[in-house]
């Protein structure tokens, strides 16, 4: 694809070398969970799921704080392009456990998950295939099972550098406009329950939408 600079751009492999170079500048080995932007919407997501739901965490970084808070209630799968990422998540939280692959290339079987986290990390993949990414993971829902994921508020797609103050290192992202993400979950089956903005004071970021596939629950 092209980027806004004109260049050839290779989204996947912009991520990929920015964690290799920035995994640690990105997320330390702690996390205070305490008062931290993941804490309002965990806490929201938590309290609709029973012990045991089985978690998918898309685009699950090091770990910290998503899957080490899931994993103490959950069975949590977590996915993550990057090796990197995935070595450290598999060390810092061994109660749940992790695939190494992209989020796009996953083959689920229908109604494998009864909930799916997926925090700053479809935005990313290329627009163009979100839409088709997020149909995909309403699929992997059971009926009744809830998704929460960070999404795009306003349109933009670029590439960051000297990301997180390391030097070399690139991020690419690509957001759509909140509206759009609104339709495709309603497109896929996914039942809006909650919207926010992050930050939630200040410059709007980023949108979290919180949503219920539609269909009665089939587990106890
Ligand atoms: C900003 S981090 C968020 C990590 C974690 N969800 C959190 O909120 O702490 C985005 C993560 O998504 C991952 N990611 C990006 N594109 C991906 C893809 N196509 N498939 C799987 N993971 C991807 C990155 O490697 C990175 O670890």
Redesign the pocket.
Known sequence: MTGTDGVRTD??GI??R??ELA?HA??GDE?ALAGSR?EYWLGRFVRRLTDGARIL??????????ARELAARFAVTG????PV?IERARALVPAARFEC??????DYAPASFDAI?????????PLPEQPSLIRRMAGWLAPGGWIIA?VGQEPWTGVESDWRGVRGAQ??YSHGAAEHYRAWFAAAGLELAEQGREPRTGNPGYAMLLARRAGAEVRA
């Open positions: 989204p996947r991520v990929l920015g964690y995994s990105y997320r996390f993941y965490d898309v685009g699950c970084g090091n770990g910290l704080p998503v996915v993550d392009l990057s990422q692959a992209d989020m796009t290339a996953l986290t997926a925090f700053y990390s479809i935005i990313n993949v960070t991020m690419y």
